[in-house]
T-cell receptor, first 115, second 114 residues
Framework: DTGVSQDPRHKITKRGQNVTFRCDPI?????LYWYRQTLGQGPEFLTY????????KSRLLSDRFSAERPKGSFSTLEIQRTEQGDSAMYLC?????????????FGSGTQLSVL | AQKVTQAQTEISVVEKEDVTLDCVYE???????LFWYKQPPSGELVFLIR??????QNEISGRYSWNFQKSTSSFNFTITASQVVDSAVYFC???????????FGAGTQVVVTP
């Protein structure tokens, strides 16, 4: 296992700009999750994919947010017209489809700062 | 609605002391899963344990132990003989579907000094 990989590790942007993050899950992991973590808080669920299908979206995911997993492998999370309130750590995690699903494997996250 | 409460924001101990982290949860489901994750300064969340609601046996893994009590909706975590490497933020989490959609608590920062 090479682990869950996220890119970039850090992103600084100006308010109003669009940003895109990438997540590469562990190979053969069917489910992929996005979470957001603000300072001093626990991660909050945003959305998840089963293969290429996006099966659930949190109410936290406003219209400015869009996530894709086009071929059921890597995923992207795009934020349009960023706001200062979007500043957070964006975490990606994956889980096997069948056995071994008792734990999420997390990436190191993308830290977003909106100025 | 699910809710996880970790009332302790930060705990500071001296190496070799024991430390207990409290976790209280709320759920309407009879089947649910409880987790503990560790987040070291590097930021990557590390899985420690998963418990389902039908298994109230306490568990010990090395210096770590967990006490699950359904009667009080608590799932507490104890680190025995703490070490500096235990310094991290620890999260308790609840899931109703056994997969990856978790409701996390706010976390408890553990600081272990030599």
């Amino acid at each position: 296992d090479t682990g869950v990989s996220q890119d970039p590790r850090h992103k600084i942007t100006k308010r109003g700009q669009n940003v895109t993050f990438r997540c590469d899950p562990i190979s053969e992991h069917n489910r992929l999750y996005w979470y957001r973590q603000t300072l001093g808080q626990g991660p909050e669920f945003l959305t998840y994919f089963q293969n290429e299908a996006q099966l659930e979206k949190s109410r936290l995911l406003s219209d400015r947010f869009s996530a894709e997993r086009p071929k059921g492998s890597f995923s992207t999370l795009e934020i349009q017209r960023t706001e200062q309130g979007d500043s957070a750590m964006y975490l990606c995690a994956s889980i096997p489809g069948a056995s071994g699903r008792e734990k999420l494997f997390f990436g190191s996250g993308t830290q977003l700062s909106v100025l | 609605a699910q809710k996880v409460t970790q009332a302790q924001t930060e705990i500071s101990v001296v190496e070799k002391e024991d430390v207990t982290l409290d976790c209280v949860y709320e759920t309407r489901d009879t089947t649910y899963y409880l987790f503990w994750y560790k987040q070291p300064p590097s930021g990557e969340l590390v899985f420690l344990i998963r418990r389902n609601s039908f298994d109230e046996q306490n568990e010990i893994s090395g210096r770590y132990s967990w006490n699950f009590q359904k009667s009080t909706s608590s799932f507490n975590f104890t680190i025995t003989a703490s070490q500096v490497v235990d310094s991290a933020v620890y999260f308790c989490a609840l899931s109703e579907d056994s997969w990856g959609k978790l409701q996390f608590g706010a976390g408890t920062q553990v600081v272990v000094t030599p």
